[in-house]
């Protein structure tokens, strides 16, 4: 299993929450503030099984929206092993 950490700008973050959970995937949504991306931020935490996680980075550069600046981040992804999981 694997967990998604991304931060992403705020115009971002509508399109790609739902088109995550349109295709089965849970998401939270935090609040972030800072100037990690020099704009407003989004941070989202998403588990996904191994096999799903392509699914996943793919739906979420398809709906980054491109600025037409090259130079300028859409978005930061982390992915991590998670050893364990549980929902109580």
Do not use: H, Y
Not at 8 to 35: M, P, Q, W
Not at 43 to 72: F, P, Y
């Amino acid at each position: 299993m694997k967990m998604i950490i991304v931060i992403i700008r705020d115009e971002d973050r509508e399109n790609i929450t739902t088109n995550l959970v349109n295709d089965g995937f849970r998401v939270t949504r935090i609040a972030s503030t800072g100037g990690f991306l020099k704009r407003g931020s989004t941070t989202l935490m998403i588990g996904v099984n191994d096999e799903k996680l392509d699914q996943a980075l793919q739906i979420i550069r398809t709906n980054c929206v491109t600025t037409g600046e090259e130079a300028s981040k859409r978005a930061t992804l982390f992915v991590i092993n998670v050893s364990n999981f549980e929902q109580i």
